[in-house]
């Protein structure tokens, strides 16, 4: 449904199915899955900035919420490597690095 969203160019309907995915990972707190979701969603050949940005503030207004502090370091890793070297997600990116000070 993503790959057709996406091809279709329909950035809305993109992003509510993106954010869909990452959002039952995080209900089912499958860490391993939700950080795995974030990197191939946000990884994909013509993704849009827009949902790229989508998925990253949405998994940084959960990260407070996570107990464990080692889940916590590696969804940390996990949008560190993804907001790398990209200007639209600049601020997510100094958020996640004052996190970890």
Do not use: H
């Amino acid at each position: 449904l993503e790959k057709k969203c996406r091809q279709a160019g329909d950035t809305q309907s993109t992003l509510k199915v993106c954010r869909a995915v990452v959002e039952m990972a995080y209900e089912q707190r499958a860490w391993k899955a939700l950080n795995e979701s974030l990197v191939v969603l946000s990884t994909r050949r013509g993704q849009y900035k827009l949902v790229i940005a989508g998925i990253v503030n949405k998994a940084l207004e959960w990260l407070k919420e996570i107990p464990e502090k080692e889940t916590q370091l590696s969804l940390v890793d996990t949008l560190r490597l993804i907001t790398e070297g990209k200007i639209f997600v600049e601020n997510e990116r100094a958020r996640l690095t004052r996190f970890l000070a």
